[in-house]
């Protein structure tokens, strides 16, 4: 062999074995530490030797690992859901990591808050902020929650998002395994998407009180005007949250407001107060009123009311004969007494009062549209005191109910006072 191939052979056989002994010692060994190796065997075909011995030092790595086991949770308005983090140090050394938060959706709200029980389960007593840079030395670990918010009227079917990053400090991109089986170094920066996806806790519809046709609430088989007026109260649990009113005449949808735009009819969406003027007139016959209201989750509550008859305004007349209670009754002792009637449609009525002998003693007018005068049941109460304010003695008197020279009806209400 040659002395050039013998040189040859003996300078790759070292760098073989300094290359495998560098390996095998920074698999293990924690950055900055100086490694010496005594000496390498040197090989060639004819005779083995032994190098000076060889000096070296562990390089410095930096990197981190940021984890979440949870990147989707489910929220409630206005309520939070926390992600738990977990940031491990995985270089040779201590760094030094800040935090950036961005992306969260409109009116939705984010914030950090430290695992100060460094279990990843958020406790209501934990509320320290994290700083914005933290400290930490080589394998540690800090805990956190990334605290993500709901509106308090977002929509349910909405999902709210926002971005967690992590700088370190020191930027080298390297990075290597330990014989331990840890990644040293690795990743200077890391982030995370998380969401929160709205459920539905609002299981609630709206309810509606006060339901009045014409001013008056109705009951099946009531007489209605053809000329509808609609009022109702109409409020949900949570405030300013009525999305949606609907009103339907026979199954068919005669109006329909929401938030956006109430199309005429009057909403306090702090009150509840609705009104509707329902247009166009009724045409006579049989119909089934419905009045539908929802809020924003989507629940829907309604009333009906059926059958409700509406006549022709040709066709004034009362329906049934007219009722007086209590009958007798007793002025002195303060009661009154209701005259009660059902008319087929609006009209002027004029109500007469005689006595025994046949004079005037109470006369009383009630135009269409008003009480006494409204398509439909009416009541109208007498005190027993006449138009010349006199409490009128006991004895029978007769009350009539007239449209125009036209009696619909008569009653005998009796004054009944012990004395």
Same mark, same amino acid.
């Given at each position: 062999?040659?002395?050039?191939?013998?040189?040859?052979?003996?300078?790759?056989?070292?760098?073989?074995?300094?290359?495998?002994?560098?390996?095998?010692?920074?698999?293990?060994?924690?950055?900055?530490?100086?490694?010496?190796?005594?000496?390498?065997?040197?090989? =060639?075909?004819?005779?083995?030797?032994?190098?000076?011995?060889?000096?070296?030092?562990?390089?410095?790595?930096?990197?981190?690992?940021?984890?979440?086991?949870?990147?989707?949770?489910?929220?409630?308005?206005? $309520?939070?859901?926390?992600?738990?983090?977990?940031?491990?140090?995985?270089?040779?050394? =201590?760094?030094?990591?800040?935090?950036?938060?961005?992306?969260?959706?409109?009116?939705?709200?984010?914030?950090?808050?430290?695992?100060?029980?460094?279990?990843?389960?958020?406790?209501?007593?934990?509320?320290?902020?994290?700083? =914005?840079?933290?400290?930490?030395?080589?394998?540690?670990?800090?805990?956190?929650?990334?605290?993500?918010?709901?509106? $308090?009227?977002?929509?349910?079917?909405?999902?709210?998002?926002?971005?967690?990053?992590?700088?370190? $400090?020191?930027?080298?991109?390297?990075?290597?395994?330990?014989?331990?089986?840890?990644?040293?170094?690795?990743?200077?920066?890391?982030?995370?998407?998380?969401?929160?996806?709205?459920? &539905?806790?609002?299981?609630?519809?709206?309810?509606?009180?006060?339901?009045?046709?014409?001013?008056?609430?109705?009951?099946?088989?009531?007489?209605?005007?053809?000329?509808?007026?609609? =009022?109702? &109260?109409?409020?949900?649990?949570?405030?300013?949250?009525?999305?949606?009113?609907?009103?339907?005449?026979?199954?068919?949808?005669?109006?329909?407001?929401?938030?956006?735009?109430?199309?005429?009819?009057?909403?306090?969406?702090?009150?509840?107060?609705?009104?509707?003027?329902?247009?166009?007139?009724?045409?006579?016959?049989?119909?089934?009123?419905?009045?539908?209201?929802?809020?924003?989750?989507?629940?829907?509550?309604?009333?009906?009311?059926?059958?409700?008859?509406?006549?022709?305004?040709?066709?004034?007349?009362?329906?049934?004969?007219?009722?007086?209670?209590?009958?007798?009754?007793?002025?002195?002792?303060?009661?009154?007494?209701?005259?009660?009637?059902?008319?087929?449609?609006?009209?002027?009525?004029?109500?007469?009062?005689?006595?025994?002998?046949?004079?005037?003693?109470?006369?009383?007018?009630?135009?269409?549209?008003?009480?006494?005068?409204?398509?439909?049941?009416?009541?109208?109460?007498?005190?027993?005191?006449?138009?010349?304010?006199?409490?009128?003695?006991?004895?029978?008197?007769?009350?009539?109910?007239?449209?125009?020279?036209?009696?619909?009806?008569?009653?005998?209400?009796?004054?009944?006072?012990? $004395?």
């Amino acid at each position: 062999m040659s002395k050039h191939s013998f040189c040859t052979s003996l300078v790759l056989t070292l760098f073989y074995l300094l290359f495998t002994s560098l390996a095998a010692f920074a698999v293990g060994t924690v950055a900055g530490t100086g490694i010496t190796v005594p000496s390498a065997e040197v090989r =060639s075909d004819t005779n083995i030797g032994y190098s000076n011995p060889l000096s070296f030092t562990v390089s410095q790595d930096h990197g981190m690992t940021l984890i979440t086991p949870e990147v989707m949770g489910t929220v409630s308005p206005n $309520q939070t859901y926390y992600f738990p983090f977990t940031l491990t140090n995985v270089g040779n050394g =201590s760094d030094i990591y800040s935090f950036e938060l961005s992306g969260t959706k409109d009116k939705w709200s984010s914030t950090l808050i430290k695992d100060d029980n460094a279990n990843g389960i958020y406790d209501p007593t934990e509320n320290t902020p994290v700083p =914005s840079s933290i400290p930490l030395s080589e394998d540690a670990t800090y805990k956190l929650f990334l605290a993500l918010t709901a509106p $308090q009227f977002a929509v349910t079917t909405e999902t709210g998002y926002t971005t967690l990053k992590v700088l370190d $400090q020191v930027n080298d991109g390297s990075g290597y395994y330990g014989a331990n089986g840890v990644f040293y170094g690795g990743p200077d920066s890391d982030s995370s998407l998380v969401q929160a996806k709205l459920i &539905n806790p609002d299981v609630t519809p709206p309810t509606i009180s006060k339901l009045m046709l014409n001013d008056r609430k109705r009951f099946p088989n009531d007489i209605v005007s053809s000329h509808l007026k609609v =009022s109702a &109260n109409i409020i949900d649990d949570i405030p300013r949250n009525v999305d949606k009113i609907e009103i339907w005449i026979n199954d068919s949808l005669k109006y329909q407001g929401t938030a956006a735009d109430w199309k005429g009819a009057y909403y306090n969406i702090d009150t509840g107060d609705f009104e509707l003027d329902l247009t166009p007139p009724l045409d006579p016959g049989t119909y089934t009123f419905k009045i539908i209201a929802g809020d924003k989750s989507g629940n829907l509550v309604n009333e009906v009311i059926a059958p409700l008859y509406v006549f022709s305004a040709d066709d004034q007349r009362m329906i049934g004969p007219p009722v007086n209670f209590p009958n007798p009754f007793s002025p002195l002792s303060g009661q009154k007494t209701s005259i009660a009637y059902t008319l087929t449609t609006d009209c002027n009525i004029t109500i007469y009062i005689f006595d025994i002998r046949g004079a005037t003693v109470w006369k009383r007018s009630y135009l269409a549209f008003e009480e006494g005068g409204k398509a439909g049941y009416n009541e109208i109460i007498w005190n027993g005191i006449s138009d010349f304010r006199e409490v009128l003695g006991n004895g029978i008197y007769i009350a009539k109910i007239t449209v125009g020279q036209k009696v619909f009806g008569t009653v005998k209400p009796a004054i009944l006072d012990h $004395q």
